[in-house]
C-alpha cells in the first residue's frame, strides 16, 4: 500500500496523515469549499477538491471519491469516521474497483449497521442483551403490549443510525403513543428508516465501550474498555480509559464478551462493542460501532499502540501485532470533546471565528484539532473543534492534568464547552466515579451552577490574592509590588 486517500476532514484526517506518514505512505487529501485552507488539506501529500460546503456535496458523494481514487491510483481509502465509515454500499464499490477499504468486511457493516440484526446476530453467542424486543415494532398496540410487560421506563430506539437519535425515554404508559410518533419521524430523517424498537431502560446506566481488533486469519483482541457515560444529549462529552468501577475480572468478562460479538459477524479491522452497565455492575450489549471512535486516542495512550497504524496493517493482510496476553494496561487517559456550543442554551451548536486559539502543551498532553486561529467554525459539519487527550500514571493524577491543561487552553470568539468539561471534572459525583449517563440530567439541570462555580474560584483566587496585598503592606515591602500591578491582577480576575 503505496498511497492512501482519507475520505474524510477536521482531525480524524490529520490524525491519518501522521501515521501515513510514519509508515512512508503517500497520503491524498479531499476538501470543500469550507475547507480549502484546512490544515488537513495543506499537511496532506497531495490534496483534491470534491465539491461544495455542504456533505451531500461533497464528503458524502460517493461517485465523486471514487472517481478521484482512481485517477490518482491510490491502494486504499480510509474513511475515519462519519460520512461514508460505515457505508456498506462505499465499502462494496471501492472492493470492485481494486481499492482496499481500510476498515471492516462489508458483511460485518451491514449486519451490524442496524441494531435489531446486531441483537439477533450475538443472541446466538450468548452475548447478554438487554430485556426487550429485538425485531422491528410495527404497531402502538404491539409497542404498548411489549412495554407492559417489561415494564417501565423504556427506551424507544431507531434500528438504524446512532448519536442518539430516533431515541426516546419513556416513563408511563400514557406517554408511549406520542413518543414512538417522534422518535419514527427523527429516525425517518436522519436515516431513510423509520424502524424502532423497544427495551427496558436501564437504571443508573454506565456507557462502556470495548475496542477490538479482527485479522483476516480469524484472531482477535481487546485492547480494554473506556468509560463514556459523561454525555449530553446522548452523545459522548468526556471519556477515560480505563474505567473506574471495572475489576479485572468484570473487564476479563467484558472484553471476551465483545470477542463474541466479533465472531457472530467474523469482524475484520477496529471496531467497538458497547455495553451498559447497571447499578448491580451487569452488562448488556447495546452495538457496535464498525469503524475507528472519536475517543480511540485514551485506548492508545494506555497502550502505547498506534490504531490507525493497526488498521492499515491488517488492510494489508497482516495478522494483528500483538496477542491478547501481551497487551497491558499503562496509567490512565481522559479525553475531552471540545465543542462549539452553547452549554447554557442546551448544547446548542455555535459558529464564528477563532479570535483566540492557542492550545496547553507538555508533557502528557495531547491535542488532536482541525483549526488555527483566525479560522471560521463552519456550520456544515459536526461543531468539535478538538479532542484534548491527557495521560497520568493513576486516574487522580490524570484528572489534576486535565484540569491543568483546560485552565491553559484560550478559545475566543466562539461559545464553548471548556467550562462545563472542568465542571465535570471538578464534580464529587466524578471524582469519586460514582456517575452515570445522568449526569448531566442530575448536576446540570441550571446552568446557573457552572456559573456559580466560576465565580467560587474566582472568589477564592481574589481572596487569596487581597491577604498576600495585605501581608505585604504590613510589612512594608510595597516595593516589590505596585499598585498598577495589583490593579492589573484585579482586571485579569474579573
Known sequence: MKKVLIANRG????????????????????????????????????????????????????????????????????????????????????????????????????????????????????????????????????????????????????????????????????????????????????????????????????????????????????????????????????????????????????????????????????????????????????????????????????TGLDLVEWQIRVARGESLPKKQEELVIYGHAIEIRLYAEDTFNNFTPDIGTLNRYRVPVGENIRVDDAFEEGMEIPIYYDPMIAKLVVWGEDRKQAISHMIEALDAYEVSGIKHNLDFCKYVLKHHAFTSGDFDTNFVKHYFQSPQIVLEAMNEEKEVFENTFEQIWNDLKKRNEKEFISRPIHGAWKLMVR
Do not use: W
Not at 462493542?273 to 475507528?292: H, I, P, S
Not at 471512535?293 to 492508545?300: A, F, G, K, L, R
Open 11 to 302: 482531525e480524524i484526517a490529520r490524525r491519518v496523515i501522521r501515521t501515513l506518514k510514519k509508515m512512508n505512505i503517500i497520503s491524498v487529501a479531499v476538501y470543500s469549499d469550507a475547507d480549502r485552507n484546512a490544515p488537513h488539506v495543506l499537511e496532506a501529500d497531495e490534496s483534491i477538491y470534491i465539491g461544495n460546503s455542504p456533505s451531500s456535496e461533497s464528503y458524502l458523494k460517493q461517485d465523486k471519491i471514487i472517481e478521484v481514487a482512481k485517477e490518482l491510483g491510490v491502494d486504499g481509502i480510509h474513511p475515519g469516521y462519519g460520512f461514508l465509515s460505515e457505508n456498506a454500499d462505499f465499502a462494496r464499490r471501492i472492493a470492485q474497483e481494486d481499492i482496499i477499504f481500510i476498515g471492516p468486511n462489508i458483511d460485518a457493516i451491514e449486519v451490524m449497521g442496524d441494531k435489531i440484526s446486531a441483537k439477533q446476530a450475538v443472541k446466538a453467542f450468548n452475548v447478554p442483551l438487554v430485556p426487550g424486543i429485538d425485531r422491528a415494532i410495527n404497531s402502538t398496540e404491539e409497542a404498548l403490549s411489549t412495554a407492559k410487560q417489561i415494564g417501565y421506563p423504556v427506551l424507544i430506539k431507531a434500528s438504524a443510525g446512532g448519536g442518539g437519535k430516533g431515541m426516546r425515554l419513556v416513563e408511563k404508559e400514557e406517554d408511549l403513543q406520542e413518543q414512538m410518533k417522534m422518535a419514527q419521524s427523527e429516525a425517518r430523517s436522519s436515516f431513510g428508516n423509520d424502524e424502532v424498537f423497544i427495551e427496558k431502560f436501564v437504571t443508573k446506566p454506565r456507557h462502556i465501550e470495548i475496542q477490538v481488533f479482527g485479522d483476516t486469519q480469524g484472531n482477535h483482541v481487546y485492547l480494554f474498555e473506556r468509560e463514556c457515560s459523561i454525555q449530553r444529549r446522548h452523545q459522548k462529552v468526556i471519556e477515560e480509559a480505563p474505567s473506574a468501577i471495572l475489576t479485572p475480572e468484570l473487564r476479563q468478562r467484558m472484553g471476551e464478551a465483545a470477542i463474541a460479538v466479533c465472531k457472530s459477524c467474523n469482524y475484520v479491522g477496529a471496531g467497538t462493542v458497547e455495553f451498559l452497565v447497571d447499578a448491580d455492575l451487569q452488562f448488556y450489549f447495546l452495538e457496535m460501532n464498525t469503524r475507528l471512535q472519536v475517543e480511540h486516542p485514551v485506548t492508545e495512550e494506555i
